[in-house]
């Protein structure tokens, strides 16, 4: 979202909030009991990375980069676990319907050591980025940004391998880990754009940059031996509060959202489908699945009441006109207050989506059509296999 600045100077504290766009999280408990068999589940575990819209308990308002730094506080988490999870919503995330939808227990955060990590592990971050923070603090953009990156999330996945005995690829330890593990890649990289705000970095190169560095980080899990990886693209950024309340209202788009930042994400959509489809080429045992968040988000904006919204652009939890959002002012803070019914809006916090709009994304990408291949395909692999 480097468009919505021009300027570094009066805004360095508002890009430093901003920053924190998708921080996507805390001492979390399981889900209610598992009742099936491992026989009945197609996967027995999940590993996740991303950012602030898969983090389950990575982050927590004292470990998070600037801007939403109340998510250990109320209304956070009030919808489904009634008190805060650090999770950046309301309620449940993508991932957590993913995990029910599999039989499978929430995933805990790869920082919560005592979890219990049987049925997978989450090394989401949020306000991660896609390229390595030594880039940051080179183009002296890395005050108050959070520093772990994919790399870092690579990093704590090869340590969380050895820790369970995977050291040669070959071991039994090592086909457990991989054979029934499904990978879910959340949406990462508008971070990188946020960082470098008002900065004399092109959009471009934070595109070429972000996009070499994800693949880099998709062919290292292939290599280790992932067969079953869904890679989330980044959602329609544009109609986020934030963005809203920062761009100039003449920068619209067809469904009223920011459209230099809609056309961000997009373009750099197009090129991470391209690189899905170049890695399908060179790991053809392997099936990876582009799941659309970018469309998925664009048609619920399209028809809000279709899927039960009455609130678009307003954020659920916050402060101020005209989309209840307020940069130095957000939720989580004392003074600012949560909407009674968040299942009617689409934001939670001006950045973060409401439980009610994960659930429909995540319906659109297991039950629908916002998949390619669909979701339904993988599942059939991989009770295909032996």
């Keep these: ?103 499978l227990p929430f995933l805990p955060p790869y920082r919560n050591s005592k979890a219990n990590r049987t049925y997978g592990v989450n090394f989401a971050v949020a306000g991660s980025t896609a390229i390595n923070h030594a880039f940051f603090v080179k183009n002296n953009l890395s005050l108050d940004i959070t520093p772990e990156s994919i790399q870092t999330q690579m990093m704590w996945f090869d340590k969380y391998l050895k820790s369970e005995g995977c050291k040669d ?47 880099e980080f998709l062919q290292g899990l292939l290599k280790k031996g992932a067969k079953y ?7 329609t950024t544009g109609c986020l509060p934030l963005a809203m309340t920062l761009a100039p209202s003449d920068d619209r788009d067809d469904i009223g959202c920011v459209k230099s930042v809609n056309n961000q994400s997009n373009a750099h959509n197009l090129v991470l489908q391209s690189k899905v489809s170049d890695l399908r080429q060179q790991f053809p045992q392997a099936i990876i699945v582009y799941a659309d968040y970018w469309n998925a988000y664009r048609t619920v904006m399209q028809s809000p009441e279709k899927y039960g919204f009455k609130e678009s652009f307003k954020a659920c939890c916050g402060t101020g ?18 909407c009674s019914n968040p299942a009617q809006y689409i934001n939670w916090d001006g950045v973060h989506l409401t439980e009610a709009m994960y659930k429909v994304v995540a319906d659109m990408f297991i039950d629908g059509n916002l998949c390619n291949p669909p979701f339904k395909t993988l599942l059939e692999r991989k009770l295909r296999q032996p």
Excluded at 79 to 101: C, E, K, M, W
């Design 229 to 235: 990886v869904v890679v989330e693209a980044l959602p």
């Design 321 to 338: 006109e005209p989309y209840n959002f307020e940069v130095f002012n957000t939720c989580g803070n004392p003074s600012v207050t949560a």
């Design 1 to 103: 979202m480097a468009t919505l600045f021009s300027t570094h100077s009066s805004s360095q504290n508002i890009l430093i909030t901003f920053t924190i766009i998708f921080l996507a999280s805390s001492l979390l408990p399981s889900s209610s009991a598992i009742t099936e068999t491992d026989q009945h589940r197609p996967f027995k575990k999940i590993y996740a990375f991303g950012d602030s819209f898969t983090d389950t308990g990575n982050t927590g308002s004292l470990t998070g980069p600037n801007g939403f730094v109340h998510v250990s506080n109320p209304p956070y988490g009030t919808t489904f676990f009634h008190h805060p999870t650090n999770r950046y919503s309301d309620g449940r995330l993508v991932i957590d319907f993913l995990a029910q939808s599999l039989s």
């Design 169 to 215: 690829p070959e071991s039994d330890q090592c086909k457990e880990a991989f054979d029934d593990a499904l990978f879910w890649v959340g949406e990462i990289g508008v971070n990188d754009y946020a960082y470098t705000l008002g900065s004399t970095v092109s959009g471009d190169t934070i595109r070429k940059l972000a996009i070499n560095s994800f693949t």
